[in-house]
């Protein structure tokens, strides 16, 4: 499969992944940063991911990344917002 014949979840989940993967400590290397992870999606965001995917991800961190909330409120804070987008 490949382009719009790859589902939506798996193309978003393929750059959830790779952050999370990139931004990890893995028992064979330690984690590397945030602007390298956002480097890499970027550098792939034609070839590896699907580049609307990769962008609004990007966006995402860009917007969210950054806050420092209680456990929970972020993801409702996210939820209203996306809602009120719609």
Do not use: H
């Not at 999606?41 to 590896?48: A, D, E, L, V």
Request: net charge positive; aromatic share 10%; with cysteine.
């Amino acid at each position: 499969m490949s382009g719009a014949k790859i589902p939506v979840l798996a193309r978003i989940l393929s750059v959830a992944d790779t952050y999370d993967a990139i931004t990890s400590t893995r028992p064979y290397r330690k984690a590397k940063g945030y602007d390298f992870a956002v480097a890499e999606i970027k550098r792939c965001r034609k070839t590896q991911f699907d580049p609307e995917v990769a962008e609004a991800f990007l966006e995402c961190l860009r917007k969210y990344g950054a806050r420092k909330v209680e456990p929970g409120i972020q993801w409702d804070m996210i939820r209203k917002e996306v809602r009120n987008a719609s």
